[in-house]
């Protein structure tokens, strides 16, 4: 049936129902509040007042800098991931009240001044920088609550395809597309403490030291132990006598070729008998020189023969690891979870939404998308119970931030009334003491 002018509908095949739109008031992204109360204790706010140049004159000062980045983080955990969405956020509850005060009766921004504050404010050369410098920093305010001795590093890239004009897009060959070539380096915990946006065409590797010699000698200022892992786009000489002049451990894969399989040749021959069903697996260490290495290295093989298959599977990895050759392959394959997470970036937070003409503010969308990443990333590892402490970041996304709840204000507080749904009482609780628990971290 119909309804009044701006009144209630009333529907035929229940006439005791009754529905409304009070979009201001109700919200689907209740579980967002979680992840505020987190950047809260670590300082996330902070960071951003530390690193970002505020350069706005006038009535574009309304919304402060903390607000305007908070709503571009959020709407990314929330899997909102274009700026057109921030017309129906500005007056989302949730996103009102992660805000500062002047967000709470006036809205968050709309879809023109968020949109300038991404393309133009945070592209300017210092505030890309201080993206950068709140990321990294937010990870190690995190390490001063929860950092292991051992430092693993895995390093990868990623193809982000584009669909337009964008510059700086280009064919690769590889991944048959055209797109960006993003560089990432992660550590063992799943936050990526390194981002680089590339054109298009580079090989996998390039810009390697950009990225992971900075980060190896913060580690071992701390006195950590590093050690690194990458696949066979990484088995560059440079990089293994740079790793091996500080002082890194390192596992890395190396294609096949004819010398190295002269080298583990009496394992290739099938084995004698009945083809098992269960995978027979060999392991080689030897030492082995490449026409282009100065000197010789330890590499170890892996040697698998599958029922039904013709041929073994055969991989090579080169290494300084001093442990035995099945260790260090087991420590080698430990590098796929890299790959998850990227896999977790490019569908939770929307990495690959880079729409933008100009490259540099496709390198702003990146760095956005991997802060909204990592913000995920710690709320999994410091906040969740141990039952759920390995749901993705799209299960947090779907059962916990998508809460609905409702906001009433009374004379002299907000509530924001929520659904019990996945995000129940008791879990919503449980997180908000084992946040409160949290030592403050240090600077």
């Known amino acids: 049936m119909g309804e009044r002018q701006n009144g209630p509908f009333q529907l035929s095949f229940n006439a005791s129902l009754k529905v409304d739109f009070q979009g201001s008031r109700v919200t689907s992204d209740g579980g967002l509040i979680l992840v505020r109360e987190l950047d809260e204790r670590l300082g996330f706010g902070d960071l951003i007042a530390q690193h970002l140049t505020d350069s706005r004159h006038g009535k574009n000062t309304q919304l402060p800098l903390a607000d305007l980045l908070r709503q571009s983080v959020y709407s990314r955990i929330a899997g909102y991931e274009d700026v057109n969405d921030a017309e129906r956020l500005s007056q989302d509850p949730t996103f009102r009240v992660i805000g500062s005060e002047k967000t709470w009766e006036r809205g968050a921004a709309l879809t023109s001044r968020l949109q300038s504050f991404e393309t133009d404010l945070l592209a300017q050369e210092e505030n890309l920088a201080g993206l950068a410098a709140i990321n990294r920093e937010l990870i190690a305010k995190a390490e001063t609550i929860e ?9 990868d890239s990623t193809e982000i395809p584009v669909y337009g004009q964008q510059e700086q897009s280009a064919y690769n060959g590889h991944f048959e597309s055209t797109c960006y070539h993003p560089l990432l380096l992660f550590n063992r915990e799943g936050d990526c403490l390194a981002a680089k946006l590339r054109p298009g065409n580079v090989h996998s590797a390039d810009d390697w030291e950009e990225l992971l010699l900075p980060e190896i000698e913060r580690q071992q200022k701390l006195g950590k132990e590093v050690v690194f892992r990458a696949d066979a786009a990484f088995a560059k000489p440079e990089i293994y006598e740079a790793l091996e002049a500080r002082g890194v451990k390192y596992a890395i894969r190396i294609p096949a070729n004819d010398s190295l399989e002269r080298d583990i040749a009496e394992l290739l021959t ?174």
């Open 147 to 155: 950092s292991p001795q051992r430092i693993v590093l895995d390093m």
């Open 270 to 443: 099938r084995p004698v008998g009945r083809p098992s069903h269960k995978p027979v697996v060999w392991y080689k260490g030897f030492l082995y020189q490449a026409a282009s290495w100065k000197t010789a290295r330890r590499v170890v093989a892996k040697v698998e023969f599958h029922f039904g298959e013709l041929f073994p599977r055969v991989g090579f990895i080169v290494t300084n690891l001093e442990t035995d050759s099945r260790a260090v392959v087991r420590f080698y394959n430990k590098r796929g979870t890299a790959e998850q997470w990227i896999k977790e970036g490019k569908q939770a937070v929307k990495m690959t939404r880079l729409s933008c003409h100009r490259f540099r503010s496709n390198e702003v969308r990146l760095w956005l998308s991997v802060l909204a990443y990592n913000l995920g990333n710690l709320w999994r590892r410091l906040v969740l119970p141990k039952k759920i402490e390995n749901w993705s970041l799209t299960s947090l996304q779907q059962r916990l931030v998508k809460t609905g709840g409702r906001l009433v204000k009374h004379a002299r507080y907000y509530w924001l009334l929520l659904a019990e749904s996945h995000l129940t009482r008791r879990l919503f609780g449980g997180m908000v003491r084992r946040i409160d628990a949290l030592p403050v971290p240090a600077g």
